[in-house]
């Protein structure tokens, strides 16, 4: 049995992103990039000014949405409503940006908190001054791996009766739920779907693609395992796909070891037996291309990163790249007006 190690996530290295550059592709396709971060770690920021510097280097950027990452938590008061802290500060980090800057923010929730869920969802409606959209409470569990998040997930968290409880509380605000996990787990997903079929869902990252350990000993097998989960995921209509979230340790690539950084090129021919697997399997409307950024920014730099998908995207109809680019993440965080 393959022991579980550690898939830290590199640091930004900007000097490094900078050895490489590329000529904007379709520069006037209109984008909406559904996933993102603001923080300040040791590894650094990814503030305001980082944000804007990749929003303006030559795509057509036209709204983002800002992904829960445990910033700027409250730090006293009531431990179930800290969180709300996060959308607090991404809404005042935002004060005088463009419209589209963050015009949609997903916070955190512990669901198996059922008493302080209405609490802690209206305080974060609240602090979001319209912005907010949902929940991202990760499930990401799985024997290779030893996690390096700070709050690790249990293993079925997304059965245990007291989540779900929480969980059926969004309904009441209308807001959506997403999470990042492995695709081991997409069964676990469907079966909550099922469960929730009025309730948006949203895997991120490709639904948790992985090739490490165990998973790249037996490639092939992986992918078939891979595809067979998105398909059980598929049936259920409640459930959309975010394509990104590649550039990282565990999905079994180490860009951030060459002497150059990945061009757009090796980026799509790298990605595109995963995204097309995705794409396959949801259809471009239930399909959002993603940044990831500044985790993915460990191995690319933006421009590239949107390049790649655009070739990804090349062989696509002028209404599938619409959706891909731009209208399926407009639809899912309802951002008409926004983008």
């Known amino acids: 049995m393959t022991e579980p190690r550690a898939y830290p996530h590199p640091h930004v290295n900007d000097a490094w992103l900078t050895k490489l550059r590329e000529d904007i592709l379709e520069p006037d396709l209109p984008i ?18 980082q944000l804007k510097a990749d929003l303006n280097a030559g795509h057509n950027i036209r709204a983002t949405v800002f992904i829960q990452c445990g910033y700027a938590y409250r730090t006293n008061g009531p431990e179930a409503l800290r969180p709300v802290g996060e959308t607090e500060r ?25 008493n302080q869920v209405d609490a802690v969802l209206e305080a974060h409606i609240e602090a979001g001054a319209g912005r907010f959209r949902g929940i991202r409470q990760s ?46 787990q997409l069964t676990e997903l469907a079966d909550l779907a099922r469960a929730f079929p009025d309730l948006p869902i949203l895997a991120n990252h490709c639904a948790g693609m992985m090739m490490i350990g165990p998973y790249a000993a037996n490639r092939d097998g992986t992918m078939a395992a891979y595809r067979a989960a998105l398909k059980e995921l598929a049936s259920c209509p409640n459930v959309m796909v975010k394509l990104g979230g590649q550039a990282m340790t565990v999905r079994g690539f180490n860009w951030h070891e060459a002497p150059l ?24 409307d239930r399909c959002m291309f993603e ?14 990163i949107w390049n790649a998908f655009k070739r990804l995207a090349a062989g696509y109809s002028a209404a599938e790249k619409a959706a891909l680019f731009h209208d399926t993440a ?10």
């Open 32 to 49: 909406i990039d559904p996933h993102h971060h603001l923080w300040e770690r040791p590894s650094g920021l990814y503030l305001m000014d």
């Open 90 to 114: 991404v809404v005042a980090l935002t004060q005088g940006a463009a419209p589209g800057i963050c015009a949609g923010i997903v916070g955190y929730c512990d669901f198996r908190q059922i």
């Open 139 to 184: 499930a990401g569990w799985d024997a290779a791996i030893i996690s390096t998040i700070t709050a690790v997930p249990p293993r079925y968290i997304l059965a245990d009766p007291a989540f779900r409880e929480g969980l059926g509380r969004m309904r009441k605000y209308g807001l959506s739920y997403e999470n990042s996990l492995y695709f081991p």
């Open 261 to 284: 950084p990945p061009s757009s090129g090796e980026l799509a021919a790298a990605w595109r037996p995963t995204m097309e697997a995705c794409i396959e399997a949801f259809g471009p």
């Open 291 to 304: 940044s990831n950024f500044p985790v993915d920014k460990a191995m690319c730099s933006y421009p590239v």
């Open 330 to 339: 407009a639809r899912f965080y309802r951002l008409d007006g926004a983008a």
